[in-house]
């Protein structure tokens, strides 16, 4: 049988960090895998390629169970299969969330380690940022940090307009304040994605010590007497089993670990007999605790051609192509979601609890209406929801879609919250500065105006911000499933590390966070000393 030091499943934002720190040490033998092919494809590394990538490409396909509080709504729910993971098909958008957010996962989760002082230093280590350099900020890390390469003018009048609804300019969503609305800043590097995947995995592909299997899906976590002791794949119809011989380390994101693990016979038992499959430990916490933000949105038509609907008409799709290969200029720069920021719903909140994305088009998500004519977007997400879901097995063939709930709107102030942020939105179209850009407003439209015709609204065209955590969270209880060092309670030898251990949402987009969580890992598995905190 193969052997590995350390057996990295699933190559998406977590586990390419991974693979490229845990393989600095030559002496390390480390393998990835990855269910996913490859991103060689151009559009992985255009811009705007985003737009086809909610669309089912390099997805598993999966939706999530009818939404109870929804009108019995189901959600496409786009979960990335490509070396990558979500770094590979997300709109780039850079953000790292409020600093009081890792101080709730230190002191009301237990997740000593996790404050914002302690987890900072990790997310400069990362970056290579285009412009910023601070305390909050660095550059000659792996991952490409830059402002959008041009905006057009119905972004800059947008960032008017938000002012004029008492909104303030920031230039820093991930500086020493959050609140405000700005460009965003991008995981990109000049005018390419910069996924996990280019960025820690191209450059360290050819070490000898590391390798790395794509189109392999891990069909199970086979464990020994309590301890991990390696994995069983497939790859087409051929399975084998591998060899750990230090660690299994899960790293398939906030659905596709707690699935890995109740497919493994880790989990909560009696969804596990419901299911036929065999309990080998017994975690409630597996697949519970599913947070996710919602959004809402408004759809305006514009005066004229003033986003990039119409760069979907033939000849200007060459024309655009053109300008991009020949000068890194155009709509391709562009992730169509760049500009936005962060407000409140709850005047009282601790820190912003709406999160806004202009979208430089209509239709440019999955299941998003497109307009006759050229359109504009603002998408409002409420951050914090108190609404928690799960993850759960339809039945025990690894093949099968798992049963996605994020339960979203369980919880009556989460329907408050998002119902406030959409108002937002549609206030902040409204205003005088977008009037020259912007002619009416075509959803939710003029006959929707109470909070029970909003959520009606909601019902129907709501989406997912595809930012699902929490589903092996981490914390310093006997419910968390990973102690603080993200190892998993009750057996040895195996870690997860991903979007899934975070125990709350942060109030943001998770890429940044998760790949901030792999760097912290790498020194926890590596034995190596954290960090100093960040004087901030
Ligand atoms: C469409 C979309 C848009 C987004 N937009 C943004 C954004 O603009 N900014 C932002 O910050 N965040 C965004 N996100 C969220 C962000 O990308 C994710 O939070 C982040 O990628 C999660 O990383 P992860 O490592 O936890 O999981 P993933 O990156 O999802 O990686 C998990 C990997 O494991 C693989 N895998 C799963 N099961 C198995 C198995 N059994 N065997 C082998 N491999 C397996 C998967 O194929 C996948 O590649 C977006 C996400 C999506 C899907």
Request: aromatic fraction near 8%.
């Amino acid at each position: 049988m193969t052997a590995y030091d350390y057996i990295i499943v699933g190559g998406g934002s977590a586990g390419c960090v991974l693979a490229n720190r845990l393989s600095a040490d030559p002496a390390i033998k480390v393998l990835l895998l990855e269910a996913g092919g490859s991103d060689w494809n151009p559009l992985f590394a255009m811009p705007a390629g985003f737009a086809k990538m909610t669309k089912g490409v390099a997805s598993w396909g999966w939706s999530t169970v009818p939404q109870r509080h929804l009108n019995g709504r189901v959600i496409w729910y786009t979960q990335a299969k490509v070396i990558g993971g979500g770094s590979s098909i997300n709109a780039q958008l850079y953000t790292r969330g409020n600093r009081k957010d890792y101080d709730a996962w230190a002191t009301d989760a237990g997740c000593d380690g996790w404050s914002y002082r302690e987890v900072l230093p990790y997310f400069v280590r990362s970056e290579d940022n285009q412009r910023l350099l601070n305390v909050y900020h660095g550059y000659g890390g792996p991952l490409g940090v830059s402002y959008p390469v041009n905006p057009p003018p119905i972004s800059h009048a947008f960032l008017r307009a938000a002012q004029e609804a008492g909104i303030p300019f920031n230039f820093d969503f991930n500086g020493a304040v959050q609140d405000g609305m700005g460009h965003y800043q991008l995981s990109t590097r000049n005018a390419e994605r910069s996924s996990a995947s280019s960025a820690f995995l191209k450059p360290v592909r050819s070490r000898a010590n590391l390798t790395v299997r794509l189109n392999t899906q891990t069909l199970k976590i086979d464990v020994d007497r309590g301890r991990a002791v390696g994995v069983t794949v497939a790859t087409g119809s051929v399975t084998e089993m591998i060899r750990a011989d230090r660690e299994v380390i899960l790293s398939c994101g906030a659905i596709g670990s707690p699935r890995l693990l109740q497919l493994s016979g880790v989990g909560p038992a009696d969804a596990l007999t419901r299911v036929g499959v065999p309990v080998v430990h017994d975690l409630p916490g597996i697949g519970s605790n599913l947070q996710d933000h919602l959004d809402l949105y408004a759809i305006c038509e514009c005066t004229g051609d003033h986003t990039y609907d119409r760069v979907v008409q033939p000849h200007r799709t060459v024309w655009a192509g053109i300008q991009y290969l020949l000068f890194k200029t155009g709509p391709v720069t562009s992730t169509l979601f760049e500009t936005g920021g962060f407000w409140y719903a709850d005047k009282d909140a601790r820190s912003p609890d709406i999160q806004f994305h202009l979208g430089l088009g209509s239709g440019i998500e999955a299941g998003v209406a497109q307009m006759k004519h050229p359109g504009v977007t603002l998408n409002s997400a409420f951050l914090r929801p108190r609404s928690r879901g799960t993850v759960r097995l339809a039945s025990a063939d690894p093949k099968a879609a798992p049963l996605i709930d994020p339960n979203y709107w369980d919880d009556p102030y989460d329907r408050a919250c998002a119902i406030k942020g959409l108002r937002l939105a549609r206030d902040i179209l409204r205003q005088p500065a977008l009037k020259p850009f912007v002619l009416a407003e075509r959803l939710p439209g003029d006959n929707f105006n109470s909070d029970d015709e909003l959520a009606e609204f909601a019902y129907r065209s709501c989406k997912t911000d595809h930012h699902p955590v929490g589903t092996c969270a981490m914390g310093g209880g006997p419910n968390a499933v990973v102690t603080p060092d993200l190892k998993l309670r009750g057996i040895e030898g195996l870690r997860v590390v991903d979007a899934s251990v975070m125990p709350f949402v942060p109030s943001c987009n998770t890429n940044a966070p998760t790949i901030m969580v792999a760097e912290k890992a790498s020194d926890m598995i590596l034995g190596q000393r954290a960090l100093p905190p960040a004087v901030v």
